[in-house]
């Protein structure tokens, strides 16, 4: 390939006929064929020279690329083998100067303990299915990361950035909130993809906050979990089995300032993490 530059939809079409590619829709696999939409998202994440990008599912190199032109130092994870092998290789034709700049780690993100050097930014277009656990896995094993962007299914994005008292505020929107602030920058159409999918999708930008005090972050999230368990109960049930009845619960939420008949899509994290400061010992 003689050309150079971010990938356009013919290189695109060319790296899957080479690999012999049919995108996975159980893995989420959507290529972004447009340059514009990378350079956007680049932007939008506030790409800095010299900062150590964290980049989850590269496929084929899209976003790779923008995030290697904007100066970045990317280590990109990739599951796909071949996808894995061929990153180093495209890179090195399309944007030589900067190969220097990547490390390609084939691996499961889900399943990653360790990077050197640590990354600063999580900048990722996230598979539809995995893309909540990934975020959060990956902002409880490296604090180092401060900020990002990630782009994921419009829906997720809804999700992530809900406040407490939205119909959608959840699981997803309360554990996120224990790491960091976040909001969405913009909405990206589904016709900047191939394949085309279904849904548009969103950009959740990120920024990392300090966490609630005092408190432990698994005990946090099983009282989150069962809270949102049972979601038309009212916390004192929700939460009866977490404290040994309901009784218990009441008195507990009573003692955290929480109001023992509402329902766990009204309360902020600092409220979870209040409740999480009255559990029994042996909790």
Same mark, same amino acid.
């Given at each position: 390939?003689?050309?150079?530059?971010?990938?356009?939809?013919?290189?695109?079409?060319?790296?899957?006929?080479?690999?012999?590619?049919?995108?996975?829709?159980?893995?989420?696999?959507?290529?972004?064929?447009?340059?514009?939409?990378?350079?956007?998202?680049?932007?939008?994440?506030?790409?800095?020279?010299?900062?150590?990008?964290?980049?989850?599912?590269?496929?084929?190199?899209?976003?790779?690329?923008?995030?290697?032109?904007?100066?970045?130092?990317?280590?990109?994870?990739?599951?796909?083998?071949?996808?894995?092998?061929?990153?180093?290789?495209?890179?090195?034709?399309?944007? %030589?100067?900067?190969?220097?700049?990547?490390?390609?780690?084939?691996?499961?993100?889900?399943?990653?303990?360790?990077?050197?050097?640590?990354?600063?930014?999580?900048?990722?277009?996230?598979?539809?299915?995995?893309?909540?656990?990934?975020?959060?896995?990956?902002?409880?094993?490296? %604090?180092?990361?401060?900020?990002?962007?990630?782009?994921?299914?419009?829906?997720?994005?809804?999700?992530?950035?809900?406040?407490?008292?939205?119909?959608?505020?959840?699981?997803?929107?309360? #554990?996120?909130?224990?790491?960091?602030?976040?909001? !969405?920058?913009?909405?990206?159409?589904?016709?900047?993809?191939?394949?085309?999918?279904?849904?548009?999708?969103?950009?959740?930008?990120?920024?990392?906050?300090?966490?609630?005090?005092?408190?432990?972050? !698994?005990?946090?999230?099983?009282?989150?979990?069962?809270?949102?368990?049972?979601?038309? #109960?009212?916390?004192?049930?929700?939460?009866?089995?977490?404290?040994?009845?309901?009784?218990?619960?009441?008195?507990?939420?009573?003692?955290?300032?929480?109001?023992?008949?509402? !329902?766990?899509?009204?309360?902020?994290?600092?409220?979870?993490?209040?409740?999480?400061?009255?559990?029994?010992?042996?909790?």
């Amino acid at each position: 390939m003689g050309d150079t530059g971010l990938l356009d939809p013919r290189t695109i079409r060319m790296l899957a006929d080479e690999l012999n590619l049919h995108p996975s829709k159980q893995r989420g696999q959507n290529f972004v064929i447009d340059p514009n939409t990378v350079r956007r998202i680049v932007a939008l994440a506030d790409v800095r020279p010299g900062e150590v990008v964290l980049e989850v599912g590269p496929g084929l190199g899209s976003l790779t690329l923008g995030l290697l032109e904007a100066g970045a130092r990317v280590t990109a994870v990739e599951i796909e083998s071949s996808l894995a092998k061929r990153l180093e290789r495209t890179v090195s034709e399309r944007l %030589p100067e900067t190969s220097g700049r990547l490390s390609v780690v084939e691996a499961d993100a889900l399943r990653i303990a360790e990077l050197d050097p640590p990354p600063t930014k999580l900048v990722a277009n996230l598979p539809y299915n995995v893309s909540v656990p990934v975020i959060l896995h990956l902002l409880a094993t490296f %604090p180092s990361i401060a900020s990002g962007l990630v782009m994921v299914q419009l829906e997720v994005a809804d999700r992530l950035v809900a406040p407490p008292g939205s119909k959608v505020y959840g699981t997803p929107s309360a #554990k996120l909130a224990w790491y960091a602030s976040a909001s !969405r920058v913009g909405t990206v159409p589904a016709r900047v993809f191939w394949p085309v999918p279904n849904v548009e999708s969103g950009l959740v930008a990120f920024s990392r906050r300090e966490p609630p005090s005092g408190v432990d972050r !698994r005990t946090t999230f099983d009282v989150i979990d069962a809270a949102f368990g049972q979601r038309r #109960k009212m916390l004192r049930s929700a939460l009866s089995g977490v404290f040994g009845s309901s009784a218990a619960a009441s008195e507990a939420l009573e003692a955290a300032g929480i109001d023992p008949t509402l !329902r766990g899509e009204t309360l902020t994290i600092q409220q979870f993490a209040a409740i999480v400061g009255h559990l029994p010992a042996s909790v």
